[in-house]
């Protein structure tokens, strides 16, 4: 499955792109942004460091159980600071489709257009 | 698949000589009808893996071969150390070592029948599915190094199941040279709650039916005959493996150009089998194996146990368990010489011949139980591996029918609701948390298994044995 961010900058579509992976497991309606957790990367390449935040946020998925719906990420000198905000997994409520399994390095593009940043890779599901 | 970029060599057996960096040829076994359905990306991959250091003979792809990530899924490479031969993370897969096992419930369809609600209910209930729901088991450090160490060994050991079991599981339920030190924290902290899991995606429990024997003499040997009742269970090493192939995804692609490995593909990401990094990793993914079998024996105690309640005549023992997501070392006869090699099966299944010594003592002589996952609402296949299979493709064969369309697609295509009624209406029933996961796994998003199949088969991967059709299903 693949997931895509598009923002005016950087940090804005590595949020949209962490929104997407919310999407891939469960309707983002139904998640309310109701606890934070904060998450730092560090990854010089700037694919790569997509590849670290969405493996990040994986990874708070599976062992807090939690499904993210907000995010606000800033980015400096490859260094990601980010603090995302969900709720606990309810099964009847959210009825994920899907756990994610981790992001992957296929179709992964970073770059800047016209327009802004656009930010995208395959996760394993 | 544009067929002309191919020469064919037999009605099933396609090759793609070798140009710029392969090394060695690209062979793809397949009706010509299977090949056209297949993806472009798969020919692209399959000649990636064809110009990585070491590669023996061909770079490999089974007739359930699509798009995957580096190795095509339905991907076979063999390396030898002695020639710079590589092991890569993304040849093996984020779940390592996923698998199907099957136990015979020694029960017919006749019997189950009227049991079939309650059982499916108890199943449902007593095993978790799909994301969210963790299992009772909690492991502090001490007990997940035993598990990663020990494997199914470990979990009988604990209570789970039998020691008659391990016999009929690769590697006796527990792979050697797993190293629990080389698995992160982080892995670690991922499966501490999971075991006896489920997961989602394509990962089920089912009940089912033998509707068909093609193979009396060897069904006989595995035991299991028409109207027979099995149970299989397809899963794999949960949080743990995920988290491991990532991590050395990217510590293999980092490291790869320093060991003058040029990626075509970054996903390739793999290193010298005798590097440091390449020893760090067989230690870890053979740890992971060993949380994939230990988990499918978990599941197999839990299913015994609802059983035990409802059909308490009910057998349960093991036909086999096999893996289709690992590297392995093993021994091959290439040019007339035994060569150790290692052995990349990315959604693809070992099928050893008739009298290969890994092959349980007692289902030597019919060659090893090759174990094929269909969909809820199709069928899955028993096969054997035969004395072809090992001079094809080092003894492999299909793993799955293999996605027709995206997750994406089938949920235009499909409700969930609809498919569990349509599938009801036929004797299925279906059970899961999400509605939504059922359509993006309804049967028609997938290809035909038993077109797949009888391409394994008549391209002599594996011999065809039984035919076995959903009953019940608890899918993650």
Redesign the interface.
């Known amino acids: 499955?693949g997931v895509r961010g598009y923002g005016e900058t950087l940090a804005g579509a590595f949020e949209q792109a962490a929104l997407a992976l919310t999407a891939v497991?469960v309707?983002l309606a139904l998640v309310e942004p109701l606890e934070k957790v904060d998450i730092a990367c560090e990854e010089p390449d700037a694919e790569?460091l997509l590849?670290?935040w969405l493996?990040a946020l994986?990874?708070e998925?599976?062992?807090r159980?939690v499904l993210f719906a907000r995010f606000a990420v800033s980015i400096e000198g490859g260094r990601l600071r980010a603090s995302a905000w969900g709720q606990?997994?309810?099964?009847e409520k959210?009825?994920?489709?899907?756990?994610i399994?981790?992001?992957?390095?296929?179709e992964?593009k970073v770059e800047q257009r016209a327009d802004g940043w656009m930010a995208q890779c395959?996760v394993?599901? | 698949m544009d067929v002309k970029s191919l020469k064919r060599r037999s009605e099933f057996e396609w090759v793609l000589e070798p140009r710029g960096p392969m090394r060695v040829p690209g062979v793809l076994f397949a009706s010509e009808a299977l090949i056209r359905e297949m993806d472009d990306k798969v020919i692209e991959q399959v000649a990636n893996v064809a110009a990585l250091p070491g590669i023996q003979k061909a770079s490999y792809a089974m007739p359930d071969a699509h798009w995957g990530y580096g190795f095509p899924i339905g991907g076979v490479a063999a390396f030898d150390p002695a020639e710079g031969g590589v092991i890569s993370a993304g040849g093996v897969g984020f779940d390592i070592s996923c698998g199907v096992r099957t136990l015979r419930t020694g029960l017919t369809r006749a019997e189950v029948e009227p049991f079939k609600r309650e059982l499916v209910d108890g199943l449902y209930r007593d095993i978790p599915v799909g994301m969210g729901r963790g299992g009772k088991l909690h492991l502090d450090r001490k007990e997940m190094d035993a598990m990663l160490t020990g494997g199914a060994e470990w979990a009988v050991h604990r209570g789970y199941g039998y020691p008659s079991d391990l016999g009929r599981i690769e590697e006796h339920g527990n792979m050697q040279g797993a190293d629990a030190d080389e698995v992160s924290s982080h892995a670690k902290e991922r499966q501490k709650n999971e075991m006896g899991t489920l997961g989602s995606g394509n990962h089920y429990l089912e009940m089912q039916e033998v509707v068909a024997v093609y193979d009396p003499a060897i069904a006989e040997i595995y035991g299991i005959a028409e109207g027979d009742v099995v149970v299989s269970i397809h899963c794999g090493s949960r949080g743990l493996g995920h988290q491991i192939g990532t991590e050395f995804l990217k510590s293999m692609a980092a490291s790869a150009a320093q060991h003058g490995i040029k990626l075509p593909d970054r996903q390739l990401a793999c290193a010298p089998i005798d590097s440091p990094v390449g020893q760090s990793y067989l230690g870890a993914m053979r740890a992971a194996m060993n949380c994939a079998m230990a988990n499918r024996q978990i599941i197999t105690h839990l299913v015994r146990e609802v059983f035990a309640g409802l059909l308490p005549r009910a057998a349960l023992d093991l036909l086999y368990d096999v893996s289709h997501n690992t590297c392995k070392v093993e021994e091959h006869i290439l040019d007339g010489r035994p060569r150790r090699l290692f052995v990349h099966r990315k959604g693809a299944t070992r099928a050893f011949g008739p009298g290969h010594p890994d092959i349980p003592e007692d289902l030597r002589e019919a060659g090893q139980p090759v174990l094929i996952g269909g969909t809820m609402g199709t069928a899955s296949y028993v096969l054997a591996g035969t004395r072809e299979s090992m001079q094809h493709a080092f003894g492999s064969a299909v793993h799955g029918a293999g996605r027709a369309m995206s997750r994406k697609q089938a949920l235009k295509h499909w409700r969930g609701r609809q498919v569990v009624d349509d599938l009801a209406e036929k004797g299925v029933l279906i059970r899961s948390p999400s509605q939504r996961g059922v359509a993006e796994e309804a049967p028609g998003a997938y290809k035909d298994v038993s077109v797949v199949v009888d391409a394994a088969h008549r391209a002599g991967l594996a011999r065809k044995v039984a035919r076995l059709e959903p009953i019940v299903c608890v899918k993650g």
């Open positions: 499955m497991a309707d790569l590849v670290d493996n994986i990874y998925m599976w062992t159980r606990r997994v309810d099964v959210h009825q994920p489709a899907v756990e399994k981790g992001a992957t390095y296929t992964l395959v394993d599901v």
